[in-house]
Nanobody, 127 residues
Framework: QVQLVESGGGLVQPGGSLKLSCAISDQTTKSYAMAWFRQSPGKEREFVAAIAWYEGSNIYADSVKARFTISRDNAKKMVYLQMNSLKFEDTAVYYC????????????????????WGQGTQVTVSS
């Protein structure tokens, strides 16, 4: 059983920064691909960023590239999303997701590839 718990969301002004954290609780010593998705009211959940089991293979949605950075600490079983230069359109519930079958390939941006999900953390960008 895998449990993902997000934290770090909140209210921030445009141009500001936030760092989201995702704590992974599982029974395996393997690290697998992890991702962040987000969902705004009335919209489908969309891909934001993903990272392979190892650092160095990260992918991003075009809308967040150069502003957001995904990282992980496998020893602590944590995944992070550093969000800079936040815009109004970044307002959403952000979800951490795990692809427990992917421990040896590049990460995916396909939502259906992820089998474990957190409850989400709200990020609101407002002046």
């Amino acid at each position: 059983q895998v449990q993902l718990v997000e934290s770090g969301g909140g209210l921030v002004q445009p141009g500001g920064s936030l760092k989201l954290s995702c704590a992974i609780s599982d029974q395996t010593t393997k690290s697998y691909a992890m991702a962040w998705f987000r969902q705004s009211p009335g919209k489908e959940r969309e891909f934001v960023a993903a990272i392979a089991w190892y650092e160095g293979s990260n992918i991003y949605a075009d809308s967040v590239k150069a502003r957001f950075t995904i990282s992980r600490d496998n020893a602590k079983k944590m995944v992070y999303l550093q969000m800079n230069s936040l815009k109004f359109e970044d307002t959403a519930v952000y979800y951490c997701a795990g692809d427990s079958k992917n421990w040896n390939r590049n990460p995916s941006r396909v939502i259906n590839d992820y089998d474990y999900w957190g409850q989400g953390t709200q990020v609101t960008v407002s002046s």
